[in-house]
């Protein structure tokens, strides 16, 4: 019935909704799910060049896009099963888009920030997040392929999720979260601190992967 069922922690308060009511509207429409994708990702990733003046009017001009772009996102797949345009390549275009729009912001702050002030280590910045941000979806997509059912099964990986430093860390991992963190520092201006944050998080995250399936081959060898 197009309703979805999962919720994130903060959009299903009204990004979701208006995701659904977009769908709607679009679903009168000729328009295909693929259509609102693709030019959802290509305007939303222009959108970050409004960044690149530095003037705060323009900044909040992509903050007020932010949601939209998210509310998009979620009309796109909504639209596609209320109208039974469900593809493979939808699916797959649309995680796909939701990486190239975050990247795309990543490194155009980076360079707005080395450009206003000078500092290489902004530059670093973009650097660390692109090669962290690599890492961590390669290891999430081999370590499915390489431990089948792991997910599922894991008592070990579920016990420590339920860890609160654990969860607290995973938070911030979340696709809704990285883009409300983004519409908060946007607001305060203080991009400098989410790319720096996600520059290293990024690199943690990847490398708490390898310590976790390093640690479970050592486990199995002792046995």
Request: net charge positive.
């Amino acid at each position: 019935n197009g309703v979805r069922i999962a919720w994130n922690p903060i959009s299903r308060y009204y990004v979701e909704p208006m995701g659904e009511l977009f769908a709607m509207l679009l679903s009168k429409t000729p328009i295909t799910p693929n259509v609102v994708t693709i030019a959802n990702l290509l305007i939303s990733a222009a959108s970050g060049l409004l960044l690149i003046s530095g003037k705060y009017w323009q900044t909040i001009l992509f903050v007020l896009w932010i949601p939209f772009f998210h509310a998009i996102d979620v009309a796109d797949g909504v639209l596609a099963r209320i109208t039974s345009r469900k593809s493979r390549f939808g699916s797959w275009i649309d995680r796909a888009g939701d990486r190239f729009v975050l990247n795309t912001w990543a490194v155009i702050i980076g360079y707005a920030l080395f450009a206003g002030k000078g500092n290489l280590l902004f530059l670093y910045s973009i650097i660390a997040y692109l090669f962290g941000k690599y890492l961590y979806s390669f290891l999430s997509l081999t370590s499915d392929l390489d431990f089948p059912g792991h997910s599922q099964n894991d008592l070990l990986k579920a016990n420590l999720k339920k860890a609160p430093l654990v969860w607290l860390f995973l938070f911030f991992l979340d696709y809704d979260i990285q883009l409300h963190f983004l519409m908060l520092a946007a607001l305060l201006q203080r991009l400098d601190m989410w790319l720096l944050f996600y520059g290293a998080y990024f690199n943690f995250v990847w490398v708490a992967y390898v310590a976790y399936y390093g640690y479970r081959h050592l486990a199995s060898d002792q046995k």
